[in-house]
């Protein structure tokens, strides 16, 4: 059975920070490329930040510089570093996993931003 297990949402200042992490198990974690994106209310679900299994990241333009991915094979496990955080990154986010034609979602860990 494969599970993509987020946790490390919660409520945040703006400019805080938070680190999202998601375990993965069932699934031969390390060939697998890693993604996290996000659902605001009312609006579509966006790519914010992947990552190969070779370890190359990529990012959202809106999140370049403040958020960081990250991946532990050994721990079966995706991060996502989110610093100086803003109003506008309050969602749900979601992990994310491809290979090939295989692809699994976990179910949404919430971060809201607000003063």
């Known amino acids: 059975q494969v599970q993509l297990v987020e946790s490390g949402g919660g409520l945040v200042q703006p400019g805080g920070s938070l680190r999202l992490s998601c375990a993965a198990s069932?699934?031969?974690?390390?060939?697998?490329?890693m993604a996290w994106y996000r659902q605001a209310p009312g609006k579509q679900r966006e790519l914010v930040a992947r990552?190969?299994?070779?370890?190359?990241?990529n990012y959202a333009d809106s999140v370049k510089g403040r958020f960081t991915i990250s991946r532990d094979n050994a721990k079966k496990t995706v991060y996502l570093q989110m610093n100086s955080l803003q109003v506008e990154d309050t969602a749900v986010y979601y992990c994310?996993?491809?290979?090939?034609?295989?692809?699994?979602w976990g179910q949404g860990t919430e971060v809201t931003v607000s003063s």
């Open positions: 994310n996993g491809i290979f090939s034609r295989l692809g699994y």
């Open positions: 990552i190969t299994s070779g370890g190359m990241p």
């Open positions: 069932g699934i031969e974690f390390s060939i697998y490329v």
